[in-house]
């Protein structure tokens, strides 16, 4: 059973402060998204008993307002808010997929919450509405991240899903969406077959570029500086295919590379960041200069 914030925006106990006007705050807020911004150190989500997700003082003091936290859906809303809602669903992890990744539950939630705040209030985009925020630990998991969706979608059917992230987490959810009609809005997805709208992925959003567009900036330097073939190499992060863990970021990068200027244009080598010591990364560089170097 999950417990959702539902956030009575015209109930406020006292003015938010944020000045902003809400067409640019709602700007803002997709940047904070693409950017991966918000609030570290506010505690957005934590786990209660059952391992249910809650909701707990997410908003800084200068903008608070009065939140309703309840159970599976009685319709107890529509009685207070005369049904005039708006479903998002929040799908991010809650502890970081890698390392300086900003972009998890307890810093992006805090930022939704505010800007829900002023678009609703009188006079903004969306006065006179209420918006409900459901929110899932998808754990980069394509399992879990895929398990919660669909049951968000089951118990609420949203009407946004924010996320995810993970390249492997979004593409059954995107899939998903496609069909259920959702709009799904993300700062990750910059593998090149989510370009491929017509797919599965027609209702997906990315807010960032993608790898395509980095292997055709790879291939003009190439062109620019008249690099022969094999003159350029390439250390990149790998995991151990024994792992199961998936390609990395860093893979799918060089990847993009190699198509845009052609596999026997380059040459490169992996190593695993998490494993590898000094003396791999002397030993790969020996190796791979004499790999690189034009004849």
């Not at 936290?69 to 669903?89: N, Q």
């Not at 491929?196 to 790879?218: C, D, I, P, V």
Request: proline share 4%; aromatic share 8%.
């Amino acid at each position: 059973m999950s417990v959702t914030a539902v956030i009575d925006l015209r109930r406020a106990v006292k003015p938010c402060t944020v000045t902003l006007q809400p067409l640019v705050l709602l700007l803002l807020l997709l940047l904070l998204l693409a950017l991966g911004g918000g609030f570290p150190g506010l505690d957005a989500s934590v786990s209660g008993p059952g391992g249910r997700n809650k909701t707990s003082g997410t908003l800084p003091q200068n903008c608070d307002h009065r939140s309703t936290v309840i159970d599976d859906y009685d319709g107890a809303m529509e009685a207070e808010g005369h049904g005039k809602f708006i479903k998002f669903a929040i799908l991010l992890p809650e502890k970081p997929s890698k390392a300086r990744d900003v972009r998890i539950l307890s810093t992006v939630l805090p930022v939704i919450e505010m800007a829900t705040k002023v678009v609703t209030d009188p006079g903004g985009l969306l006065a006179g509405f209420r918006i409900e925020i459901d929110h899932r630990d998808t754990q980069c998991s394509s399992t879990f991240g895929a398990l919660g969706a669909f049951d968000m979608f089951l118990k609420r059917k949203p009407d946004i899903f924010f996320g995810p992230i993970c390249d492997y987490v979004i593409a059954p959810i995107a899939r998903y969406g496609a069909v259920w009609g959702i709009p799904l809005i993300t700062s990750g997805g910059l593998t090149e077959a989510f370009s491929l709208k017509q797919h599965g992925y027609s209702t997906l959003t990315r807010m960032m570029g993608n790898y395509h567009e980095f292997g055709a900036m790879m291939r003009d330097i190439h062109l620019h500086y008249q690099w022969t073939a094999g003159s350029a190499a390439y250390l990149y992060h790998e995991w151990d295919e024994k792992l199961g863990r998936g390609f990395t970021d860093c893979s799918m990068a060089i990847n993009s590379i190699n198509r845009a200027i052609g596999g026997n244009q380059t040459t490169s080598d992996t190593f695993d960041e998490d494993m590898a010591k000094y003396a791999d990364y002397l030993r790969l560089l020996r190796r791979i200069e004499k790999r690189a170097r034009s004849k």
